[in-house]
């Protein structure tokens, strides 16, 4: 598949071997029992490396399942509440905030307005700052609490050193 009449051609352990016409650098890689493969097509001539491409594939795969394993995957939680929330709820609600904190997900907590609630944001506001000083061992305030049509939002992020995944 190399279209090059010459290439520069490289071994299989890295050493230079010199600008080679196509023929004999195919002839060069069967008597080493390797592949001809085109490492840089864009050079001027194109860079060829005398090398185990079904190796080389399988390394390569091998190197992205330990990236796709060492990634971490953010989860948002979310939480509803209302202004008019009673005691024991919030607790409830802060518990499951806390759990989901200590679990190492993110929590955006929402806080619904209805009717003639929106006259009165500021409750929604004081309920979000509670929460947020009352998990504040365990989180911190990613976005400040900010209103979105009839929707109060804020997210709580975990601290770094104090989440574990299990």
């Not at 490289?10 to 029992?33: F, N, P, Y």
């Not at 989901?100 to 004081?126: A, C, P, Q, Y």
């Not at 976005?143 to 050193?161: E, F, I, K, W, Y």
Request: aromatic content about 4%; hydrophobic content about 35%.
């Amino acid at each position: 598949m190399i279209r090059s009449p010459q290439v520069r051609l490289v071994s299989h352990d890295g050493e230079q071997l010199g600008i080679k016409t196509i023929e004999e650098a195919q002839r060069i890689a069967l008597e080493q029992d390797f592949d001809l493969v085109e490492v840089a097509p864009q050079a001027n001539p194109p860079v060829c490396k005398v090398m185990d491409y079904g190796k080389y594939c399988y390394e390569m795969e091998q190197k992205q399942k330990a990236a796709r394993k060492k990634q971490s995957i953010i989860v948002v939680k979310e939480m509803k509440l209302r202004p008019k929330i009673d005691i024991h709820d919030y607790e409830t609600k802060k518990k499951h905030v806390i759990r989901f904190l200590e679990h190492g997900d993110k929590v955006k907590v929402t806080i619904m307005f209805r009717g003639r609630e929106m006259s009165h944001t500021e409750l929604g506001l004081n309920l979000l700052n509670r929460l947020a000083d009352e998990t504040g061992d365990l989180a911190g305030v990613e976005s400040q609490p900010r209103l979105d049509g009839r929707n109060m939002t804020m997210v709580l992020t975990p601290h770094a050193a104090e989440h574990k995944k299990e």
